[in-house]
């Protein structure tokens, strides 16, 4: 091999540190930020209106994955700063199909269903990989990010459709997602899912296990919520967020080997 292909593949090696490993932690926080994009969204629609929230918080989100595509590599901060926000914009964009165009939540997720399949094919046809320790260009990452953005515009139509929809309630819901996560990592655990497949589906479905759970905390006790409101729940849950980063900036828990899955 030579010292240019070598130099080429150490170089895009490095890209892996910009991606965090799948810990406990890394659930942990993808759950903790699925319940603050549904209860910080619906407390800046609250103040700001829909449209208005979108728009900004579009904007921040575009900035926040400036900074994250300019890395080289993995920030804690930067990284989970934008799954706050995609998340928050992944709830937004649904709720603006379904409350400002009348889209019907079952249209919304067959919808979002075929965008993240579509996407999941373009991405493997160009790259014959969908894992994400093996996301060390741009070009992956950036087939990254939009499975990620439709992930929780996804979630949030499927979250809101079992608990609303079907009538199922905010509890009733969280349980549900809750077990049928259990069932994946127990067929990954006994070698009954492939590594790649149980984590993206875990991936889709933390979006409503945390959006019932953010409904069930927000929402009035007459309509089964713990009524402890918007403003509340996001500040907790922002908080235990922040503290879970800096911890594992300063630990270092959760940076992948650069040779890791290569």
Same mark, same amino acid.
């Given at each position: @091999?030579?010292? @240019?292909?070598?130099?080429?593949?150490?170089? $895009?090696?490095? @890209?892996?540190?910009?991606?965090?490993?799948?810990?406990?932690?890394?659930?942990?926080?993808?759950?903790?930020?699925?319940?603050?994009?549904?209860?910080?969204?619906?407390?800046?629609?609250?103040?700001?209106?829909?449209?208005?929230?979108?728009?900004?918080?579009?904007?921040?989100?575009?900035? $926040?994955?400036?900074?994250?595509?300019?890395?080289?590599?993995?920030?804690?901060?930067?990284?989970?700063?934008?799954?706050?926000?995609?998340?928050?914009?992944?709830?937004?964009?649904?709720?603006?199909?379904?409350?400002?165009?009348?889209?019907?939540?079952?249209? !919304?997720?067959?919808?979002? %269903?075929?965008?993240?399949?579509? !996407?999941?094919?373009?991405?493997? $046809? %160009?790259?014959?990989?969908?894992?994400?320790?093996?996301?060390?260009?741009?070009?992956?990452?950036?087939?990254?990010?939009?499975?990620?953005?439709?992930?929780?515009?996804?979630?949030?139509?499927?979250?809101?459709?079992?608990?609303?929809?079907?009538?199922?309630?905010?509890?009733? %819901?969280?349980?549900?997602?809750?077990?049928?996560?259990?069932?994946?990592?127990?067929?990954?655990?006994?070698?009954?899912?492939?590594?790649?497949? $149980?984590?993206?589906?875990?991936?889709?479905?933390?979006?409503?296990?945390?959006? %019932?759970?953010?409904?069930?905390?927000?929402?009035?006790?007459?309509?089964?919520?713990?009524?402890?409101? !918007?403003?509340?729940?996001?500040?907790?849950?922002?908080?235990?967020?922040?503290?879970?980063?800096?911890?594992?900036?300063?630990?270092?828990?959760?940076?992948?080997?650069?040779?890791?899955?290569?």
């Amino acid at each position: @091999m030579s010292t @240019m292909t070598t130099d080429r593949i150490d170089a $895009a090696r490095k @890209m892996l540190s910009k991606v965090p490993e799948v810990t406990v932690f890394f659930w942990i926080i993808k759950i903790l930020c699925t319940t603050v994009g549904e209860t910080a969204a619906d407390f800046l629609n609250i103040n700001l209106g829909l449209t208005v929230t979108t728009v900004v918080m579009g904007v921040f989100l575009a900035g $926040a994955l400036f900074a994250q595509f300019r890395l080289r590599r993995y920030v804690p901060g930067v990284y989970w700063l934008a799954v706050v926000l995609i998340s928050i914009v992944g709830t937004l964009i649904t709720d603006n199909l379904v409350d400002n165009f009348g889209v019907p939540l079952l249209t !919304t997720m067959i919808v979002f %269903s075929v965008a993240l399949t579509v !996407t999941f094919a373009v991405w493997y $046809a %160009s790259e014959k990989t969908l894992s994400i320790h093996t996301i060390y260009t741009t070009k992956r990452e950036a087939f990254y990010w939009l499975a990620i953005l439709f992930t929780f515009a996804l979630g949030t139509a499927a979250g809101d459709l079992a608990a609303e929809g079907l009538a199922l309630g905010f509890l009733t %819901s969280a349980v549900m997602f809750g077990a049928v996560i259990a069932l994946i990592a127990l067929a990954y655990y006994y070698g009954k899912l492939g590594a790649v497949l $149980a984590f993206w589906i875990a991936y889709i479905l933390t979006r409503p296990l945390g959006a %019932s759970v953010g409904d069930y905390l927000i929402q009035g006790r007459d309509a089964g919520g713990l009524a402890l409101g !918007t403003m509340t729940t996001s500040a907790i849950f922002l908080a235990a967020i922040l503290a879970l980063v800096v911890y594992l900036a300063v630990t270092r828990r959760d940076k992948i080997e650069i040779n890791q899955g290569v």
